[in-house]
């Protein structure tokens, strides 16, 4: 799965910068040119790294960094400040609100690229590891080999994406609709019944050499794999 990064930055130029670099190292992203819509693309999908300009019309990337922190869904996104305040008080300010890191323009853009991989493979490490462990159930995305307690477990391409997406972000609730965008891609069209009929498939799966039901159904929300 590639991660996937929303940028929330109103100059073009630098939006276009970050959009280009980002995407040769085979992440997928979103942009926003405003608070308010960066707000909407990530209600829309739970991303997996925010770059938040402070100075966005609407609603600042202060008070988006406020809000995203005090919702359960998204508290745990890394958020990246990039912002022309150069201030300690400010850098302090942005952290302490819950930034991730804090990155002042201008900026190097291959530094900006190495301190994305790094807040990734700190917060994130699913998503840069080759072997997943999550319970008793591993996952090797060279090999695209499952096991659960040591037995093999033998998955069809779309449950292994499934199963790789969940592990991603353990214990967490992702409805039809984020399972269809995150594992099938927003240009596909399925319908969200054929996300239970997957989550059917990769049930009986893993649970073929034993052991209880590992993916939990949340009435009204969705579905979370557990995380132990």
Partial sequence: MRPFIVIAEDETSVAELLRYNLEALDYKTASATDGEEALLLIEE????????????????????????????????????????????????????????????????????????????????P??????????????????????RNGEPIELGPTEFRLLDYFAQHPGRVFSREQ???????????????????HIGRLRKALMSKGGDNPIRTVRSAGYSLKSG
């Avoid at 997996?48 to 406020?66: A, F, N, Q, T």
């Avoid at 399972?179 to 009929?197: I, K, Q, Y």
Wanted: with cysteine; charged share 30%.
């Fill in 45 to 124: 999908r739970v991303p997996d790294l925010v770059i938040l300009d402070w100075m966005l019309p609407k609603v600042s990337g202060i008070e988006i960094c406020r809000r995203l922190r005090s919702r359960p869904q998204t508290a745990n996104i890394p958020i990246m400040m990039l912002t022309a305040k150069t201030e300690e008080a400010d850098r302090i300010r942005g952290l302490e609100t819950g930034a991730d890191d804090y990155i002042t323009k201008p900026f190097s853009i291959h530094e900006l690229m190495a301190r994305v991989k790094a807040v990734l493979r700190r917060i994130r």
């Fill in 126 to 147: 699913a998503l840069v590891e080759k072997l997943i462990t999550v319970g008793d159930i591993s996952i090797n995305r060279g090999t695209y080999q499952v096991t």
């Fill in 179 to 197: 399972l269809l965008d995150g594992v099938w891609g927003s240009d596909v069209f399925v319908e969200a019944r054929t996300v239970d009929v």
